[in-house]
């Protein structure tokens, strides 16, 4: 049957569908509507007839399309409607779906139900965009519950792909065990960890993990523990599981191991510095050798682990279990023992300088032979069966006679000869603090008057001054003097950033609290001390150049001065020379035209003389500029002995004197401005950092401080008078007297142990004669040169091209340059003494038998004849370094 033509559209349709269907009250209104028409056409009513015939076609087709439950075989039935009745398949359904949908009854619907709904539409929406891909054919063949049950097979394998990708993960650990450095290990380990899986009893010896953070796992939890507190913690966090892993020689610096399960763990000689291990579990742990600087272990677990030869300087162990834990020959200066439990732990020969033990049960734990200067053991400290034979207890706090008399071997301990009645009296803590003076120069006066105003503020605080000179080997004496006094603190502006840091590592292991200023050490050197104090010396020579710019221009109508700069720079100093660039940058940025008409590398006051040349054969030079303190003194000093004073405008980097800011309140001198770095101020709060460090009332971390200078001018008369009351009077200098430097026996001390190991070392009468210990440095070095030569050419596994690190050995010399003694300071150096030719150096005991080619133990000599002690470095390279005076300690 041929469709017939008709103005109705879709709309229309459906409406005459629902009308068709919609019971008895739509046909009586059918018929109304009827009887209202009654005045239509012949014509009209015939279409109108016409058009109920295809609409009753129509709602037969839908039945039988609606009556096949299979969805398959339905949408092939539409099709076939479509074509039969010549419309396009489209237009077909979406009549279908509106008409068939609407007739179907209404079903309760459930809230719970909502979300399924809204799947289901998503679903229908999906489908929809598979019809404008071209792959709505798929779409229908397949059913919107194909799709729905993809989706469920994709959820319900989910576990399987994730197992699957963990294990894969692990795979990865265990083919890259060998490789030091792998991302796609760290990636593997980062993917365990989120998805709360360990790697129990992995290899992965010597690898570069630092920084990794493996703190991601959070388990849910809905029970008793989720509700004990408010907000409800639905989830709680649970620690990595490493437990038997083997990270031997691993880099684990800045790593986040807080709450990690590291029982059993291999950590020989791993870097864990700076590593947050709070709470961890590393019961029966190997730590030998390890670096765990300034690492966080509070309430940690290590009991039964191996600590030997541990570097745990500054560690936090608050409220840790080290419970028959071995810390034989580590470094726990500075660490924070508060509350930890130390029960029968062994800590025979370690360094615990000023360790904090406040409130640690000590109970029966060996301290025999260990360093305990300066160790706080107040607030209930237990010290009961503690063994203290041979350990150094000097400058210790203790909070009870009776509590402590119930160590062992108290008697054979080194304390304090007042120290009971220290603890009875409880007098006010009381403290020295050292302070090197190299020279005479104003920065340093200036400094020593911060430091004694400090002093006068606080009584408890004595300033022990101490003029070395301005060689670092003389810094060096001084600081070893110092240590003699007992000193708590040292306040010094390194000579030599570098090569000061051996005698600041020396004071440092022996707890003072060292603070720089003035001048900073290398980063990797800062471990050393507590401070430093600094001024922008790039900063001071831009204000100072720039202003010189400003002044130069127009001022009140007046022409623009002419700058012919003379400099007295002082720049073959490295620390100087940022002033000088400064100086040059400020001047640039300034805009003015000027030239630089002379310089001169003046900088003491006996080179005055230079600088008067350099003015003579520069006539036209107007403006001098001083690069440092002296520079800018002697500048000062020749200008007046030449009489230039107003002709030539200086221009200097020096700290405020009342001298100096006289000169600038007077317009007939020919000083113009100054930059003040504020030594005094500085110096006042480096000591107060140091205190506070001592006192544990500040970080122990490294803190590094710029401090602001001030520049000063002609123009500043009320600033300048209102600062001129505080400058230091050098015609009234009422400062202390530094103490001279002692020479000879002063420094060099008469006795030294006979072993690096303090428990089982004899005292030895030691050589003092400085020239005398010189020669034999010199002796020794030739020794060893020519028998390291030999041995490094026969041909063995076993030679200087075997090792990728120094080899360091302590070697007793006596007066006639016999070597007496010789002992390897870690396992690399045991390991290769045979390489070394330090056995077949050693001269026979003086009763005459053989001796051990391998080892002989210092102890077990005797030695009858005064000794000098020397460090002997073998390099990769072949290199052998003699040295003396230098710390046995490779590093802090």
Known sequence: MKTPRFNLNQADLIKHLKKMTAGKKQTEQKKEQTEENIERTEEEKAEISELESVLQNLDASFNRVAAIPDPVKREYRLLQEAKRLDMPAESYRRLFESYYLERLPKKQEYSWLRPFKFLDQRLGDFA????????????????????????????????????????????????????????????????????CEGILGEQAPKANLEGIELNKCYKFQLGAATFAQWPPQFYRYEGFNLSQINLAGANLKGANLEGANLEGANLEGANLERANL??????????????????????????EANLDSTRMSRIYLRDANLTKASLINSRLLWADLQGANLKEANFQSSNLSRVNLQGADLYKANFKGALLRYADMRKGTITIGTEFERANLKRAKFWSVDQLKRAYNLDKAAKDKD???????EAPETYKVGFLVPNDNLTYKLYQQGLERFAKENKQVEIVPI???????????????????????????????????????????????????????????????????????????????????????????????????????????????????????????????????????????????????????????????????????????????????????????????????????DPNQPLQSIV??????????????????????????????????????????????????????????????????????????????????????????????????????EDLQKLIVQNWQISSNKETDKTSANFDRDLVYRVLVDTEGAVVSYEPIDKLAIDLLPTTPLPKLLSKPDD?????????????????KPVAEFKVVFSPSGKVEVKWGESFLPDE
């Open 676 to 777: 003040d770095e504020a030594p005094s101020y500085a110096a006042h709060e480096a000591v107060e950092q140091a205190i506070g460090v001592i006192e544990n009332k500040v970080s122990r971390e490294y803190k590094y401080i710029v401090f602001q200078h001030r520049l000063l001018t002609v123009s500043d008369r009320k600033k300048i008078n209102e600062l001129i009351g505080d400058a230091l009077d050098l015609e009234k200098n009422s400062l202390k007297a530094p103490i001279a430097l002692k020479a000879g026996a002063g420094v060099i001390p008469s006795e030294i142990p006979s072993s690096l190991d303090s428990a089982a070392a004899d005292s030895l009468a030691a050589i003092t004669d400085e020239k005398k210990i010189q020669k034999l440095q």
């Open 278 to 303: 709070k709470g961890a579990n590393l019961k029966k742990a190997n730590l030998k050798g390890a670096i765990l600087r300034a690492a966080n272990l509070e309430k940690a677990n290590l009991e």
């Open 467 to 665: 003029k070395t000179g301005e060689s670092v080997e003389a810094e060096a004496q001084g600081i070893k003097q110092l240590l003699t006094q007992d000193v708590d603190a040292i306040i010094m502006r390194p000579l030599d950033p570098e090569k000061s840091v051996p005698a600041i590592l020396q004071a440092y292991v022996s707890g003072v609290a060292v603070v720089n200023i003035g001048d900073c050490l290398p980063k990797e050197a800062q471990k050393v001390v507590f401070a430093c104090y600094e001024s922008d010396s790039l900063q001071m020579g831009y204000d100072l150049g720039r202003y010189i710019g400003i002044w130069a221009k127009p001022n009140n109508k007046q022409q623009v001065r002419e700058l012919n700069v003379g400099l007295v720079d002082g720049a073959d100093s490295t620390r100087l020379y940022p002033y000088l660039q400064g100086f040059a940058k400020g001047m640039k940025d300034s805009g003015v035209v000027w030239e630089q008409t002379g310089t001169t590398d003046a900088k003491t006051p006996e080179e005055v003389d230079k600088v008067k040349e350099m003015l003579k054969n520069h006539p036209n030079i107007n403006v001098l500029w001083g690069g440092s303190e002296m520079t800018t003194e002697i500048g000062l000093k020749a200008v007046k002995e030449l009489g230039l004073e107003k002709k030539v405008n200086v221009f200097g980097i020096v700290p405020l004197t009342r001298r100096l800011a006289n000169m600038l309140l």
């Open 419 to 425: 120290w009971e009645a220290k603890i009875i009296k």
């Open 128 to 195: 929809k965009w598979c019809e404008n891909v071209s792959l709505y054919s798929l779409a229908t063949v397949i059913g919107q519950f194909t799709l729905l049950a993809a989706m469920g097979a994709y959820f319900w394998e989910a576990p399987q792909r994730q197992q699957a990708a963990l294990d894969t993960a692990r795979q990865e650990i265990r083919n890259q065990k060998d490789v030091v450095y792998s991302e796609s290990r760290i990636d593997a380990i980062e993917l365990l960890n989120k998805n």
């Open 848 to 864: 005459g038998k053989a001796k051990d080619e391998t080892l002989i133990l210092p102890n077990k000599l005797v030695i009858n």
